[in-house]
């Protein structure tokens, strides 16, 4: 529309006076909150021209020029070229308000009435303070110091209201003043020409609407129904999971298949070299013995598919009451369909049958008559056998040392590798793979070494050496078993060895609870600092005034984060999660440091989060397990904000806590923090330092004492104990697998 515009940021002073007093016999020689204005002068109407009384001074002004009106000159008795000093609060991080005293000089004073000057609407309306009718009536933005306002200061505010009493450039103003929130309080327009205010206005009106971002104010249109879905989805595919901790089992049930069929095909022997004797192709033995088999197997695999709903049944069944708190639901239930009942039953079919098929092809090696003779001498294998589990044997051993020496030297990463399982989960179950193929290959090995010397004596070593003597004579089988309750062990151990109780652990810096006793949450912010005595004054209510009460609040050490609220990432929301949480960091916080990272090489990766990034991406750090199996992220990637599909911002991932608190956010700067989300104010995540034997009581007064902005502490430990209670569920559905293939050995 081509209008003119003049752009205002006022700012409130709580005290103006002379910068040298004693020139007037004046005894009440200051000014009591005075509204100053920062604009940029001109002489064109209607935004001026304005009057000044005497000099006029040279524009534009100077970073420490003023220019006062009349009253607050004739107010202060000073003129043009004077010095005056004005004291103003400035906000702090922890809504402190500490006084900052600047030194101007007048470079022009302006009259008053029927000019520019007097526009009192230069100053935004505010509820409580500019409809106040004296000082005495304004809804204080901060304590107030009411009995130093002068009659002048009332006969002002009586007569102009918040009408400026000094214009500084708007330069000066917004370098001085400028915030989070923004750097103008006011924006005016001229008329269109030829055109009244009152006819500009729904034009200008249209226009702007024609011009806004609805997105950036605020606004967000959203596909309900796909976003459900999407979450409905999960966070980690909890059956990738099963499935992989089964693979032992698995391994278990295919050498339990083969060594059954073994025990069947050794007592047949005769049976089958019979058959071969009469006229009966080796093919033709195969196929009458495999079809046998096949009855079996189908009639197992039918048994397998109903045994599969049972257990699935009761696996639903214990996470629905056994094992409600990782879940924290009760609406789970079983879904059946034909493709999965239809897929398990082949795969199982399928296997087996590999299996039997494979062990009918070592009975080319033996000769009809030592089948006639019922003699088994699969056992028996050449040299070159003998020489290939050696190498297996060596090279199983070589590959596992190999990995844990990556692990120990950090070379392998803990980033999710696929189906939620980090790269170093896939290395350990290597490694335990690795290891048992290179035990059962020297095993092996052993066993071969047939000796003739007869053993002598009783006892205990006796009876040893006479129970490996007779598993060498029956080489495979031994193996097999042997193989079979190993597995098992080995998924029973290593599961078992995953379970963590916090409730044990100490507070300990370099830990997951980072030396923190207590972690609180305020469902409004808190503004004031509770570690200095200050603050506590203004925010604690109803707290006993008693020496012991007061000593522990002094003893305790918060540091408290912003939060911008988002969905919870944590292990306790079974949903798909795509905007987590934000907490802004104190660099108090980033100085002390603290707590166990993966993957993060820094002597303090807390000072990553102040690091600039050369995209211009905002540093931030997250818990591994929400990076990995909510959010599927890992180092270096990007989290977009607001979200990944329509990013305004990008955190890229820094670093990753190793099982901490921390579990369902993301952290970045205070600094940065504060520039993404302005209109978060105060803090409202708390990480209290006290002695363990002191954390309850503490608890008690300080939620007793902020009960008003429905404070809730909580210990550490608790905490992460909730956060456990997801893995430690999992950790003991899959230990129910090693107990079945226990079993089964």
């Not at 515009?5 to 700012?11: E, G, L, Q, R």
């Not at 005769?270 to 046998?292: D, Y």
């Not at 079996?296 to 039918?302: C, D, E, R």
């Not at 409730?503 to 609180?520: C, H, Q, R, W, Y």
Request: charged share 20%; with cysteine.
């Amino acid at each position: 529309l081509g209008l003119r515009t003049s752009p205002v940021m006022v700012y409130i002073a709580n005290e103006i006076e002379p910068a040298q007093k004693g020139k007037t016999e004046l005894k009440e020689q200051y000014s009591m909150y005075s509204i100053v204005a920062g604009l940029n002068f001109t002489q064109q109407p209607p935004f001026g021209p304005f009057q000044f009384i005497g000099a006029k001074p040279e524009l534009p002004l100077d970073e420490n020029d003023i220019v006062i009106n009349e009253w607050l000159a004739k107010d202060l008795n000073v003129k043009v070229g004077d010095d005056i000093r004005m004291k103003y609060h400035v906000v702090g991080s922890r809504g402190e308000l500490p006084d900052v005293e600047q030194t101007f000089k007048v470079r022009g004073i302006i009259a008053l009435d029927g000019t520019p000057a007097a526009d009192r609407k230069l100053t935004p309306d505010m509820e409580g303070i500019t409809d106040a009718d004296t000082f005495g009536d304004w809804k204080q933005p901060f304590p107030m110091q009411l009995t130093r306002v002068t009659d002048r200061d009332e006969d002002y505010w009586d007569k102009y209201k918040a009408t400026p009493k000094a214009f500084v450039s708007l330069g000066t103003a917004q370098s001085l003043w400028n915030s989070r929130y923004g750097s103008l309080t006011s924006l005016r327009f001229t008329p269109l020409p030829g055109k009244s205010l009152e006819e500009t206005a729904p034009l200008f009106a249209s226009e702007l609407l024609k011009k806004i971002d609805v997105f950036k104010m605020g606004l967000t249109v959203q596909p309900i129904k796909l976003l459900g879905l999407a979450a409905a989805s999960g966070t980690t595919d909890f059956s990738g999971l099963f499935i992989g901790f089964s693979f032992f089992i698995i391994l278990s049930a295919i050498i339990l298949i083969r060594l059954l069929f073994k025990l069947g095909i050794d007592r047949r022997v005769s049976s089958i070299g019979l058959l071969s004797a009469i006229g009966f192709t080796p093919q033709q033995v195969r196929q009458i013995i495999f079809k046998e088999a096949f009855i079996v197997i189908l009639t197992g695999g039918i048994l397998g598919i109903l045994a599969a709903i049972g257990y699935a049944s009761l696996m639903l069944y214990g996470l629905k009451t056994w094992w409600i708190g990782a879940i924290g639901t009760r609406f789970l239930y079983l879904d059946l369909t034909a493709t999965s009942l239809i897929i398990g039953f082949l795969i199982a079919v399928l296997f087996s049958g590999f299996v039997i098929w494979k062990s009918m092809s070592e009975l080319k090696q033996i000769s009809i008559r030592s089948l006639l003779a019922g003699v088994n001498s699969t056992d028996t294998e050449s040299a070159r056998e003998t020489r290939r589990v050696g190498y297996i044997y060596k090279i199983s051993l070589a590959l596992a040392v190999i990995l844990v020496l990556g692990t120990v030297f950090g070379l392998i990463p803990r980033q999710e590798a696929f189906s939620g399982f980090s790269w170093q989960t896939v290395s350990f179950f290597l490694v335990g793979t690795l290891s048992l193929v290179a035990s059962l290959s020297f095993l092996s090995s052993r066993l071969r070494q047939t000796s003739t010397t007869p053993i002598k004596g009783a006892g205990t070593g006796t009876l040893i050496k006479l129970g490996i003597r007779n598993a060498g004579r029956f080489r495979q089988r031994s193996v097999l078993t042997t193989a079979l309750i190993a597995s098992a062990t080995f998924v029973l151990v290593s599961v078992a060895a995953g379970h963590r109780n916090p409730a044990v652990e100490s507070p300990e810096k370099d830990s997951g609870n980072g030396g923190f006793t207590l972690i609180a949450e305020s469902t409004s912010p808190l503004i004031y600092d509770l570690n200095t005595e200050e603050g506590r004054s203004k925010m604690l209510v109803n707290v006993p005034d008693d020496p012991e009460t007061q000593q522990l609040l002094k003893q305790m050490q918060v540091i408290p984060f912003r939060v911008k609220p988002g969905e919870n990432a944590s292990c306790l929301n079974i949903y798909q999660t795509s905007v987590p949480t934000i907490l802004g960091v104190p660099q108090e916080m980033i100085e002390r440091g603290g707590f166990k990272f993966a993957d993060t090489p820094a002597d303090n990766p807390w000072k990553l989060l102040n690091e600039p990034q050369a995209d211009g991406s905002i540093p931030a750090l997250g818990d591994m397990n929400t990076l990995m199996y909510s959010l599927h992220k890992g180092i270096g990637a990007t989290v977009g904000i607001p979200s990944d599909e329509r990013p305004e911002h990008q955190l890229k991932i820094k670093g990753m806590f190793d099982g901490s608190i921390f579990q369902g956010v993301l952290l970045i700067s205070e600094q940065h923090f504060q520039t993404l989300f302005p209109e978060q104010a105060g803090f409202e995540y708390f990480l209290i330092e006290i002695p363990p034997a002191q954390a309850d009581k503490l608890a008690g007064v300080l939620e007793t004492g902020l009960t008003e902005y429905g404070f809730d502490a909580d210990l550490v430990a608790n905490r992460l104990a909730d956060f456990l209670a997801v893995q430690n569920t999992y950790l003991s559905t899959f230990q129910t697998l090693g107990g079945l293939g226990l079993l089964l050995g």
